[in-house]
C-alpha cells in the first residue's frame, strides 16, 4: 500500500525558516517524479515544486523561487522542502504527492498534509 | 502559463441526478488533463487522467471526456458521498503545473 507521510509543519514567524519531510512507502520511491502541493485555508490547489527521479530536475512555482528548495534521499525513501524567508501567504497546508507513471505529471497519491502557519 | 478556468463555481444537483462539471485550458492541453475529488478536511484523491482514464478504484459512474482546451468530468448518478470540491489539472506544458479554482458541488 503506497503511503506518504508528511511531518514538520509549525507555526512559524514572518521571515523564518521551516522543513518539512515527507516519507514515504508501498513503492519505489527512487522510479517517481515527486512533488509538494499547497492549499491556503479556505483556498484552492497550488502546485509549489517537483523533483526528478534522481533529483538532477528542480522546478518551483515563481512565488517560491530564491526561498523554498525541494529535495530527496531515495535511500531513505524521504521528500524534503526546506522554506526559508517565509510570509504570511506561504500560510497552508502543504501536501506530498507522488506523479504518475512514466513521468507523467498528475499526482495519483498524496499524503494527509502538514500545516505551515506563518504569522507574528 | 496555462491558465485553467472551472465551471460553475458551485453546482447544485440532486443525488441520484447526474453531473457535469467543466475544465477549459487558455492552450490545448492534448489530452494531459487530471481530475481530482477533495472533501472538507482531506486530501485530495485522483479521479481521472489522460483526461478519461479512471484511476485505479474509481467507480464507474465517473467519466471524463475531451481534449484540447474544453474538458468535461460527469458523474453519471450522484451518490451522497460524491458531494465534494472537484478541480482540473493541467500538465501538458510546465512549470507551473497549474489546477483550476474548482467547482463546488453541493446537495441540492
Known amino acids: 500500500e503506497v503511503q506518504l507521510v508528511e511531518s514538520g ?3 512559524v514567524q514572518p ?33 509549489v515544486a517537483n523533483i526528478k527521479q534522481d533529483g538532477s530536475e528542480k522546478y518551483y512555482v515563481d512565488s517560491v523561487k530564491g526561498r523554498f528548495t525541494i529535495s530527496r534521499d531515495n535511500a531513505k525513501n524521504s521528500l524534503f522542502l526546506q522554506m526559508n ?3 504570511g501567504e506561504d500560510t497552508a497546508v502543504y501536501y506530498c504527492a507522488r506523479d504518475g507513471e512514466w513521468s507523467r ?16 | 502559463e496555462i491558465v485553467m478556468t472551472q465551471s460553475p463555481a458551485t453546482l447544485s444537483v440532486s443525488p441520484g441526478e447526474r453531473a457535469t462539471l467543466s475544465c477549459r485550458a487558455s492552450q ?12 472538507p478536511g482531506q486530501a485530495p484523491r485522483l479521479l481521472i487522467y489522460g483526461a478519461s482514464t479512471r484511476a485505479t478504484g474509481i467507480p464507474a459512474r465517473f467519466s471524463g471526456s475531451g481534449s484540447g482546451t474544453e474538458f468535461t468530468l460527469t458523474i453519471s448518478s450522484l451518490e451522497s458521498e460524491d458531494f465534494a470540491v ?17 467547482t463546488r458541488l453541493e446537495i441540492k
Open chain 1, 105 to 120: 505529471h498528475y499526482f495519483d497519491f498524496w499524503g494527509q498534509g502538514t500545516l505551515v502557519t506563518v504569522s507574528s
Open chain 1, 15 to 47: 521571515g523564518g525558516s521551516l522543513r518539512l519531510s515527507c516519507a514515504a512507502s508501498g513503492f519505489t520511491f527512487s522510479n517517481y517524479w515527486m512533488t509538494w502541493v499547497r492549499q491556503s485555508p479556505g483556498k484552492g490547489l497550488e502546485w
Open chain 2, 28 to 39: 490545448s492541453l492534448s489530452s494531459n488533463l487530471a481530475w481530482y475529488q477533495q472533501k
Open chain 1, 9 to 11: 509543519g509549525d507555526l
Open chain 2, 86 to 102: 472537484y478541480y482540473c489539472q493541467q500538465y501538458t506544458n510546465w512549470p507551473p503545473i497549474n489546477f483550476g479554482q474548482g
Open chain 1, 85 to 87: 524567508s517565509l510570509r
